[in-house]
Nanobody
Framework: QVQLVESGGGSVQAGGSLRLSCVAS????????LGWYRQNPGRQRELVAV???????NYGDSVKGRFTISRDSAKNTVYLQMNNLMPGDTSIYYC?????????WGQGTQVTVSS
């Protein structure tokens, strides 16, 4: 089993920045990839960014050039640096892990961008 805990959400003006963190614990060796998704009630879940244990990265089209995903393997932590935030980025952001017996999901953290 893997547990994921997100932090760093909040409210920011358009053009501002936030950094989300996700700490993984439990069966860490079961994880093949960590990533971020966002979803609002009644809306389709959207991929934001993923990073594999080999360091390969993929971003959703809507965040390319603005968001950066990174990891600190020693701390079992993945980060999402969000720059030039827009009102359309407002959502609940979920950390996710893929791997054996997965996927696993965090509880989500709210990001609100005002104009």
């Amino acid at each position: 089993q893997v547990q994921l805990v997100e932090s760093g959400g909040g409210s920011v003006q358009a053009g501002g920045s936030l950094r989300l963190s996700c700490v993984a614990s439990g069966s860490i060796l079961s994880i093949d990839a960590l990533g971020w998704y966002r979803q609002n009630p009644g809306r389709q879940r959207e991929l934001v960014a993923v990073i594999t244990t080999d360091g390969l990265i993929n971003y959703g089209d809507s965040v390319k050039g603005r968001f950066t995903i990174s990891r600190d393997s020693a701390k079992n932590t993945v980060y999402l640096q969000m720059n030039n935030l827009m009102p359309g980025d407002t959502s609940i952001y979920y950390c996710a892990a893929a791997g054996t017996n997965g996927p696993w999901w965090g509880q989500g953290t709210q990001v609100t961008v005002s104009s």
